[in-house]
């Protein structure tokens, strides 16, 4: 019986002290949702000049609320960041103008979470290497002009033969054999301080023309020189050439010269590729309003 009553006391007190005890509570407080969520993006170097921005590819987004412990951003080319501030100065590497569009996820308490988006265009300037920038430039600025004593200083082709060998030209332009008009011109290649190349031609007053494209600079007539207004300083756009010259006779980069395109002879071509440049001489191509290449073979003023 005492033994009984030993096991009895024994459960009971067990029973007690089980039912004694409570769980412990665990509190994340009050759940939020992110409130007020605003996005403002300020591209650089947008001007009047420059609507989408400087060529850099920088954009300064930020993102605020109430009740926001880190942000979510997707900056619309294809990158995603999270982004405790909510501020960050994001380069956009794709060259040309483009459009995307930013989405910023706010995240408050417990994963709540709130939304906004943005569409914004920025320019991109095509990366030029340093070593052409140099050549071009000499860090500053250069002036070339024509190689007119070179076999080949001008010449015409078929487009799809994609040669860079004067001799293999339909025409090769003999030394000295064209127009003073053609030989006089300066072209001088800049770059600024983001490496930016503008380019600005002194035609002397004249600048020669093939007859297909005269029309094009505002005239009438044969092959020949022509009063055609060169439009002062212009900013080049570089970009990957599209001619589908091979890297063994191009550089596969070209650049477009805006207004009338004009360097130091017309052909009504705006788009030019540089089939080879070293720090003294360049051979540069382009597709004429004849819808033939022609080439053009410069130097650095003696």
Request: with cysteine.
């Amino acid at each position: 019986m005492i033994k009984n009553k030993n096991i009895f006391t024994l459960l009971l007190t067990f029973i007690i002290g089980f039912s004694s005890c409570t769980k412990e509570k665990f509190s994340f407080g009050d759940i939020k949702a992110p409130t007020g969520l605003t996005l403002t993006t300020v591209i650089a170097g947008v001007n009047t000049i420059n609507p989408d921005g400087d060529g850099t590819g920088f954009v300064q987004i930020t993102a605020t609320a109430s009740n926001a412990l880190t942000y979510n951003i997707d900056f619309g080319d294809g990158s995603k960041q999270v982004v405790s501030s909510g501020s960050i100065n994001y380069k956009y590497t794709t060259p040309g103008t483009n459009e995307y569009t930013i989405i910023v996820n706010a995240i408050g308490t417990a994963g709540e979470t709130s939304t906004i988006s943005k569409k914004i265009k920025v320019f991109v300037a095509f990366e030029i290497p340093a070593t052409m920038v140099q050549n071009l430039t000499n860090g500053s600025s250069k002036i070339w002009v024509t190689d007119k004593d070179a076999f080949g200083h001008f010449g015409v082709d078929d487009p799809a033969r994609l040669s860079s060998d004067p001799g293999a030209w339909w025409y090769a332009a003999s030394p000295n054999s064209r127009e003073a008009c053609a030989y006089d011109d300066e072209i001088t290649f800049s770059k600024d301080v983001i490496n930016r190349i503008s380019m600005n031609v002194n035609n002397k007053g004249t600048s020669f023309s093939i007859g297909a494209a005269t029309s094009f600079y505002g005239f009438a007539g044969s092959d020949g020189c022509y009063s055609i207004n060169t439009g002062g300083t212009k900013l080049l756009a570089f970009s990957a050439a599209t001619s589908g010259y091979s890297i063994a006779n191009s550089t596969q980069i070209q650049f477009k010269v805006p207004g009338n395109g004009i360097i130091n002879f017309g052909t009504g071509g705006v788009n030019y590729e540089i089939l080879s440049i070293t720090n003294t001489s360049m051979l540069i191509r382009n597709v004429g309003a004849d819808s033939n290449s022609w080439y053009q073979k410069l130097k650095v003023k003696p």
